[in-house]
């Protein structure tokens, strides 16, 4: 048998690692676009703030590790089209050579592109990295962009978008000395958070020298005198704001052309429709990552490309196309990130998607120490709980709290607990360590629960009177 896996990120190589780990005997190939396979994306901004270095250093595994599992890798080769009867795949390498390659199974793990979201004088036809104006989303971009900051030694930056990237890259950027200005279109940064959290976030930037513009939305770039100018509107009046370079970060799009070609259909946010075990509906084909609709255990079929995701639903396609019935049991969008000394984190629903999605929420804010009190370094951490009001099921958390206050790991309860259907106040029964250095006999992700509670009732009682 024949499995040929697209794309050499997340999804296309956890295709191929589970094919090979189940049954050794299978033919593997991966089909990578580019020279630099199993990389991490979501670690180039530590190396643009050179906590990681080399850039060796963000691949997974190396070339040598990948084919040690029995793969082999097509690199610098780019997938054309797909013969669906004839289950026949064809690509062009790096000289502009076609061929075909005949396949048993095929994965499409395409991904996505970044987005510029429409902005005048950006693109082919206008300003590029050769002008400092950059995205972030391969290697490729990594090096264009390491390269313009090593030759032109620019010493002011404006990052376009204030979502997870956006941030690690205005935190990479000031450390490597540059002053930078954000612009994000919503009212708050990070707009996967409720504002109440995302105005920590912001805080934290304005702390460390990045002027951040909330409500501003960019028109157009334009270049004079090496000097480039973002124009649009700020809280509907126009502004003008010049830099040396100018970073990109405002969304992706899914690569869906080689599928929709072959008569794969479309969804949410314009991405390659699959079931939960993968399967395009195509024959002999399944698809995975950031180019598919994710299923979603709370909001049902949606559009959240995550790294995470992508993995999980490598792992699903690469073995039900050898012959598996896995099942991708679903996304709660799952999120964290570092901004300077600040964590922020989510999981589940927030207000507005659980109202989309049927249930009637109520959302409440705490803030719980990280640990006892009494011994030193306790920090507070703000949690934000969204529940259901008819049956009390949790829906949903948002934490914000200082690095080193376990953000993460107190997200990872909750999900658990949605994973598994938990209410609210059943987190009040989970056996939760304790050590006065890292927590209280009631964990800080229990007094937030609780607080929820005693909120829920008293709103109750205001309405009743």
């Known amino acids: 048998m024949h499995l040929v896996a697209i794309g050499g990120s997340d999804a296309g190589i956890s295709t191929a690692l589970r094919a090979c780990e189940l049954d050794p005997s299978v033919d593997v190939t991966v089909v990578v676009a580019d020279s630099y396979p199993n990389f991490s994306i979501c670690g180039i901004p530590y190396y643009f703030s050179r906590e990681v270095k080399p850039w060796q250093s963000l691949a997974h595994r190396t070339h040598a590790d990948l084919e040690a599992t029995g793969m082999r890798l097509r690199l610098d080769t780019l997938a054309t089209s797909i013969d669906v009867a004839g289950k026949h795949l064809t690509v062009r390498d790096a000289t502009g050579q076609e061929s075909t390659i005949a396949y048993d199974a095929l994965m499409v793990g395409t991904g996505a592109s970044p987005s510029t979201a429409g902005i005048s004088g950006v693109g082919p036809d206008g300003l590029g990295p050769d002008d400092g104006v950059h995205v972030l989303h391969s290697m490729g971009h990594t090096f264009a962009l390491e390269r313009y900051l090593d030759e032109h030694q620019p010493e002011t930056a404006i990052i376009v978008g204030a979502g ?27 707009s996967t958070l409720d504002p109440e959290l995302g105005s920590l976030v912001h805080d934290e930037l304005t702390r460390h020298g990045v002027d951040v513009v909330t409500n501003a939305r960019v028109e157009a770039i334009t270049r004079s005198d090496g000097r480039l100018t973002v124009t649009g509107s700020e809280n509907g009046l126009g502004y003008a704001r010049t830099a040396d370079v100018v970073l990109l970060v405002v969304g992706v799009r899914p690569n869906t052309s080689l599928l929709t070609d072959a008569g794969a259909s479309t969804g949410p946010g314009g991405a390659v429709v699959v079931d939960h075990h993968m399967r395009t509906g195509l024959p002999h084909v399944w698809a995975a990552g950031d180019g598919v609709v994710t299923h979603h255990r709370l909001l049902g079929i949606t559009y959240l490309p995550l790294g995470t995701t992508a993995h999980k639903q490598g792992r699903v396609a690469g073995e039900n196309a050898i012959g598996g019935d896995a099942r991708f049991a679903g996304s709660l969008g799952t999120q964290v990130v570092k901004v300077f000394d600040l964590v922020a984190a989510r999981t589940g629903l927030r207000d507005h998607e659980a109202i989309a999605a049927d249930f009637t929420p109520f959302s409440g804010t705490a803030i719980a120490d990280d640990h006892k009190a009494y011994y030193p370094g306790a920090k507070p951490l703000s949690i934000r709980i969204t529940g259901d009001t ?28 949605l994973h598994h259907g938990m209410t609210v106040e059943a987190m009040s029964d989970l056996d939760l360590s304790y050590t006065p250095p890292l927590g209280s006999p009631w964990d800080a992700v229990q007094v937030a629960t609780q607080a929820w509670t005693r909120d829920r009732i008293r709103a109750d009682l205001t309405i009743d009177e």
Do not use: F, H, S
């Open 164 to 190: 997870y990237v956006g941030l690690e890259m205005a935190e990479a950027l000031t450390l490597r000395g540059l002053t930078v200005t954000q612009l994000q279109r919503g009212p708050e940064v990070l």
């Open 390 to 417: 008819n049956n009390g099921l949790l829906l949903g958390a948002q934490l914000v709290g200082a690095r080193g206050a376990e953000i993460a790991k107190r997200v990872d309860t909750y999900a658990t607990a």
